[in-house]
Every structure is written in C-alpha cells, then in structure tokens.
C-alpha cells in the first residue's frame, strides 16, 4: 500500500504542534497541541510527544498509511537526528538527546529531524513561496531568530550539521545585549520576539514615550510582562513608542540580512514566525535598512517577502516535507 502521509512535529519552546500531512501539503486534522516547557525531563517530554502521536494517527485513521515523521526543533541537528544544547528548551540545556532514535524506537516509524528554521526553509521549498527557487535563506522571527539558508536548491548544513546559524551572528559588537545561547550582541537578542518587548522595555525605562513623542505610551498600562503582541497592538494604534521599537528591530535585522545577503546572494529572503504578523510594520524597516547597507550590486534586487504557507500550519508542514 502506498504511504500518502506524513507526521509533520514542529517543536517549539513554549509549544509542540503536530500534525498528519498529506502528498498535496494539506494538513487533514486539527493539530494537537502539548505543551513543551511543562516538561524538565527529555524522556517524559518524549513519553507524552508518543502518545500525541500515536492519538493524532489513531484519530486520523492513517494508521499503516503513514511514511515517516518529520521534526523541525530548535538546534535539531539533521546528520545525527539530534538536539543539542538548545537553550531555548526547558528539557534541552547544554546536552545532547537522540532525538530519532529515541522517536523511532517508540513509534516504529522512520523520524527524520532539522533545524527548526531549516525545516522551514523545506517546507517553502516543497509546499510555499520558494517553489521552483533555488537560493534563498529563511528568517524565522519567533522566540528566538532562526535560519535557514538555500544555495543551488540544496540546504546548508555544513560539515557537522549545524550550518546557518545567523541569528547568532552579531548585531551589536560592544556593550551588547545578552543572549540565551551565552554570547553577546546576537541579532536572536535584539530581532526575536522577546528581543522586540525588551527593546519596548528599555525605551519605556528611558521615558522616550514622553521625551520624543509628548505622549504617555499605553504600554506603560500593562501590568503583565510586556509581550510582542502588546507592542504590536500599541503601534497599530499609532502609539509613537511601539512604532519606533518596530523601527528598531527592523533596523537591526535588516542592517543583519544585508551581511547574509553578501555571502550568499538569495533571490529572496523569506520572512516567517510570529514576528511577521506585525506586516509592513516590521517588513518596511528591515527592507529600508537592508538596502542601505548592501553593496551597489545588491541594492533593490533581493525581495524581502513573507511565507506563503497558511499560517495556522506552516511550521507543521515545514516539519512535515522533510519525512517524504
């Protein structure tokens, strides 16, 4: 019989979503949803991501039918099927889990696993906005930055799997901000999701809403801790404050794309994750400041775009492309 589905995983640090996919990229079920950072120990994290999957399946009646199973995670390495030392997973800290083994041993299913970023990156490939393309690098604008990077219709990997890191280039060279993976300065630091409602934090501290813009910001209303959203909503309600934090973020990351862009000239940069849902708010800048800092014989040929997969599914058929 043939095998017309795949499980798409796509891990994430607050959740994992999971999905059953089929040949035309149509994912046919609800995803389910378990949370990632409920769990401090691997092995239970992977006891319970068995059950989801092995529920989903059962539900979907594709039990037989079913090809593989495909991960996108957070310093997934795609030669070893590994996770290694990813900061951004309450189970992941500075160790290396199996990750395919482990899962094909459970599941008695062929598991194949990436970077999450690079999972992406295949997904777009096979299924989105890079069909038919053959350079391009994925930004994935999330908890933290992500990449993944498309040179003659092959992904870079490089020699230990680990290839493309750029949200741990650097952003800021002196007097940077700290980042979860230990450095400082990185783009992930200033780019990402919680780089954005840091930047929004320190302006607020330094009285920018009322020094610059002669206005008290409504950010300075919320009691939470300030989110992304909530800088997102402020600026769609033309909160100078939000909007300059969006500003700033797109400097930085754009100012970043323009170094990405000289060694690998991509047709595209492709944008995707939670941040893109902010539109031309962070698209705008990133492409004006890209630009201004390409060389002469790049300025206004690489498109800044965002993903074309639905969005309620994209990391899941991103993850799912790799298991065909």
Not at 172 to 186: L, S
Request: glycine share 12%; proline share 3%; hydrophobic share 40%.
């Amino acid at each position: 019989m043939e095998q017309d589905y795949v499980v798409g995983v796509d891990i994430g640090g607050q959740t994992t979503k999971i999905g059953i996919v089929d040949r035309k990229g149509t994912v046919i079920c609800e995803p389910l949803i378990i949370r990632t950072d409920a769990h401090t120990d691997e092995h239970l994290y992977f006891d319970d991501l068995t059950k989801a999957i092995n529920k989903i399946i059962a539900d979907t009646q594709t039990s037989g039918k079913i090809k593989g199973v495909g991960i996108g995670a957070p310093n997934g390495n795609y030669y070893e099927g590994t996770i290694e030392h990813a900061p951004n997973l309450t189970w992941g800290g500075r160790k290396t889990i199996k990750v395919t083994e482990i899962l094909s041993g459970k599941l008695g299913l062929p598991v194949t696993l990436t970077n999450d970023a690079n999972a992406a990156a295949v997904g777009e490939m096979t299924y989105g906005a890079a069909i038919g393309m053959k350079n391009f690098i994925m930004i994935t604008l999330g908890t933290g930055v992500g990449s993944g990077i498309v040179i003659n219709g092959q992904v870079v990997y490089g020699h230990d799997g680990f290839a493309g890191e750029l949200g741990h280039t650097t952003a800021v060279r002196y007097n940077g901000r700290q980042c979860n993976c230990g450095r400082v300065g990185c783009i992930e630091a200033y780019a990402s999701a919680i780089g954005l409602a840091k930047t929004a934090r320190e302006y607020l501290e330094a009285n920018m809403d009322k020094d610059q813009f002669n206005q008290r910001s409504p950010l300075r209303d919320i009691n939470a801790p300030l989110t992304s959203k909530d800088v997102y909503v402020a600026a769609s309600q033309g909160d100078g404050l939000a909007k300059k934090v969006f500003e700033f973020t797109g400097m930085k990351l754009g100012e970043s794309l323009a170094d990405f862009v000289a060694f690998s000239a991509p047709q595209v940069i492709i944008l995707f994750g939670g941040l893109t849902k902010a539109g031309d708010l962070i698209k705008k800048p990133t492409e004006h400041y890209m630009n201004e800092n390409l060389l002469s014989i790049w300025k206004n040929k690489v498109a800044v775009i965002f993903s074309l997969l639905p969005e309620s599914d994209a990391a899941i058929l991103g993850a799912s492309a790799l298991a065909w």
